[in-house]
């Protein structure tokens, strides 16, 4: 690496939501089958700094703190594996923050990944493409790392918005910003509500039952799998109409199915709370991500009534609006 006086780099990049199709951006599902997701950007971030430093060491700083003097000795993997990829092999501080804790199912490692690559292109003063970060993203992840993850987080986390994705058999990806107009929009984020379960796990157990069984080809995880993507599309239709209480019966649709893929994708607790808020106004909702635990989330056209009952559960709203920019570079110098 050349040294500069222009050593500095800030990238945030947004967490997000799952609208609809989710699980049908694994491998093993769509390389079979294709598939169809949609994901909301919103407005809680990782920011990822990089900076060239006189110390020969490399600085790590996350939940943790790393001093090494070679990046093959760095723990955390994905900042070992991007570094190795971006050529990188002393003298750079990594630091990474971020304003939603990990393992609560908004897509954090793959957001991570996504930050940390246009941080390093740009300390380069290289240029990538918004699908070319997604990708590198999914390749050290999934390819080098083997983890059983899917598209979803790194291109919504690169691209931003509320976007539909459609991956071909071959992996092509076809990227499709939803035609929502503004009155909608804003009913969205007024009525989508979001709220803490205290649970956070890694989703890499669940992912990998329903991969092992996708690459299995396990008839009634296909089934399910096909009739989430028909979920997607049908999401898609009611967002662009502006039809968002049939949206809300989507969601509830799409969690009744979605727990047959797994037996750790709920307990006893998530049931309850969950029947609370259907019992209190919300139309439809589910937990985000792989499951387990994280972020509970409802449509609901009473948002006072539903805020209540589920305060009185003893859960947290986290209100959000949607991210339109992906992942962007918020200092270079």
Do not use: C
């Not at 792989?290 to 509970?296: E, N, P, R, T």
């Amino acid at each position: 690496m050349v040294r500069t006086n222009n050593g500095i780099v800030i990238v945030r990049a947004p967490l997000r939501i799952s609208l609809g199709g989710g699980g049908t951006d694994l491998k093993s599902y769509y390389e079979k089958r294709g598939g169809f997701w949609i994901s909301g950007a919103i407005n809680y971030y990782i920011y990822v700094t990089v900076h060239e430093t006189f110390d020969d060491d490399l600085i790590i700083k996350y939940s943790k703190m790393e001093k090494v003097q070679r990046v093959g000795e760095i723990q955390n993997d994905i900042i070992r594996e991007t570094l190795k990829h971006h050529g990188i092999v002393k003298s750079l501080e990594v630091t990474s923050i971020a304003n939603i804790p990990s393992g609560t199912g908004l897509g954090s490692s793959g957001t991570f990944g996504v930050a940390l690559s246009k941080a390093l292109y740009a300390l380069k003063r290289e240029q990538a493409s918004t699908l070319e970060l997604a990708d590198e993203a999914t390749r050290l992840q999934a390819d080098v790392l083997k983890r059983p993850i899917g598209l979803q987080d790194q291109y919504i986390a690169a691209y931003g918005g509320i976007t539909a994705f459609e991956v071909d058999k071959k992996g092509n990806v076809k990227v499709i910003p939803l035609k929502i107009d503004r009155a909608t929009m804003h009913r969205l984020e007024d009525n989508l509500l979001m709220f803490f379960t205290g649970y956070s796990r890694s989703a890499d157990t669940i992912l990998k039952e329903q991969n092992d069984k996708s690459k299995k080809s396990d008839t009634d995880m296909i089934a399910n799998l096909d009739f989430m993507k028909q979920l997607g599309y049908e999401s898609k239709e009611a967002l662009e109409s502006g039809n968002l209480v049939r949206f809300g019966e989507l969601m509830d649709v799409h969690w009744e199915r979605k727990k047959e893929r797994s037996g750790g994708m709920t307990n006893p607790t998530i049931d309850k709370w969950y029947q609370a808020a259907r019992k209190s106004g919300a139309i439809g909702g589910k937990l985000i991500g792989a499951g387990g635990g994280g972020f509970l989330m409802f449509y609901t056209e009473n948002p006072d009534t539903l805020r209540k009952a589920m305060a009185a559960e003893g859960l947290e709203e986290v209100r959000f609006k949607f991210d339109y920019d992906g992942a962007k570079v918020i200092v270079n110098e």
